[in-house]
């Protein structure tokens, strides 16, 4: 059991029944919005057009919701790394976005092949 869920576990204990089964009914709500993760058999991307003139933030936004079978915290790293290159080295956004579109591929084309 990892030191999270140790210290859940002690606070439930702490709790009244009353208040036990509030915690239980927010978890039971927490877990029902977590998006499937690369476990479950992934779809397919969701087809969203590229705008001409786009963001890089909004490029993630579109990516995330183009793939939403990704589970955007194993690429945290690389998203946030090519966003630094357009924001203090000045890289053109055009091609921030043309690697996150790959990076965001790239990772669904593995995402499958684990399934």
Known sequence: MKA?????????RKLDDADRK???KFADFLASQTRPQAKTAPGEPVA?????KES?????KRLTATYPMIDT????HETSSLMN?????????????DELE??????????????
């Open 102 to 115: 790959e990076l965001f591929r790239r990772t669904w084309e593995n995402t499958k092949k684990l399934a």
């Open 4 to 12: 999270a869920e140790r210290h859940l576990l002690a606070s439930f």
């Open 73 to 76: 915290k194993e690429i945290f």
């Open 48 to 52: 969203i057009p590229r705008p001409e």
């Open 56 to 60: 890089v933030i909004k490029a993630v």
């Open 85 to 97: 290159q357009h924001i203090l080295n000045s890289k053109p956004a055009s091609e921030v976005i």
């Open 22 to 24: 509030t915690l239980q």
